[in-house]
């Protein structure tokens, strides 16, 4: 099956930075990229996702850029805030948004 | 709508025991599936389905076993219940995908924490 790795595990920023987080994933046929943000003790919410046939999307201060030669895609968070403190997961699907393969989640932190 | 509903939200059990861990939505989605999370390794899926009478095996199926009898409800069950199934369950649902292609995104419920002693 597909394997996602993500780094880094942990991220600390200071308010107002960006933050970078990246993920590879193994089966080149993956074709649907979704990033999850999850606070604690509550569930995963979808942040942002990106289909193979794009290179980069954007909402607002988050954007995802895939590089599917490379096979690897990252998500940029600009002039973080300390509501952005979270979990942040990577995945990856040869199917759509079913059977999502996750990374193993980047703690990130913004200190004011 | 409530999304994806899921009971209960806490359980301990004691190893050898079974229980089902319900899950319920509202939004007529086909596709439904199970994840466990556990520290540091993400979220792993169990089993899945993409419509009523129809279920798969995910990546962690060991344990477990699912049904589908409606599209509304996705039930888990662990059979014989081991420490090794302490985690936390989510279960999540979409439209799936569709003729042309395209899928929607994936809905989670809020977990339920299981403990296994």
């Known amino acids: 099956g597909e394997n996602v790795e993500q780094h880094p595990s942990t991220l600390s920023v200071q308010e107002g930075d960006s933050a970078v987080i990246k993920c590879t994933y193994s089966?080149?046929?993956?074709?649907?990229f979704p990033w999850y943000k999850q606070e604690l003790g509550k569930r995963p919410q979808l942040i942002i996702d990106?289909?193979?046939?794009?290179g980069e999307k954007k909402d607002q201060r988050i954007a995802v850029t895939l590089n599917k030669t490379a096979k690897h895609f990252s998500l940029h968070i600009t002039e973080t805030q300390p509501e952005d403190s979270a979990v942040y997961f990577c995945?990856?699907?040869?199917?759509?948004?079913?059977?999502?393969?996750f990374g193993t989640g980047t703690r990130l932190t913004v200190i004011p | 709508n409530a999304g994806v509903t899921q009971t209960p939200k806490f359980q301990v059990l004691k190893t050898g025991q079974s229980m089902t861990l319900q899950c319920a939505q509202d939004?007529?989605?086909?596709?439904m599936s199970w994840y466990r999370q556990d520290p540091g390794m993400g979220l792993r899926l169990i089993h899945y389905?993409?419509?009523?009478?129809?279920?798969d095996q995910g990546e962690v199926p060991n344990g477990y076993n699912v049904s589908r009898s409606t599209t509304e409800d996705f039930p888990l069950r662990l059979l014989s219940a081991a420490p090794s199934q302490t985690s936390v369950y989510f279960c999540?649902?979409?439209?799936?995908?569709?003729?042309?292609?395209?899928?929607?995104?994936?809905?989670f419920g809020n977990g339920t924490r299981l403990t296994v002693t």
């Open positions: 999540a649902s979409s439209y799936g995908i569709n003729s042309g292609g395209a899928s929607s995104p994936l809905h």
């Open positions: 089966d080149s046929a993956s074709n649907y």
């Open positions: 990106i289909r193979s046939n794009v």
């Open positions: 995945a990856a699907s040869l199917t759509g948004a079913n059977n999502l393969f």
């Open positions: 939004m007529n989605h086909e596709y």
């Open positions: 389905s993409v419509g009523a009478g129809i279920t």
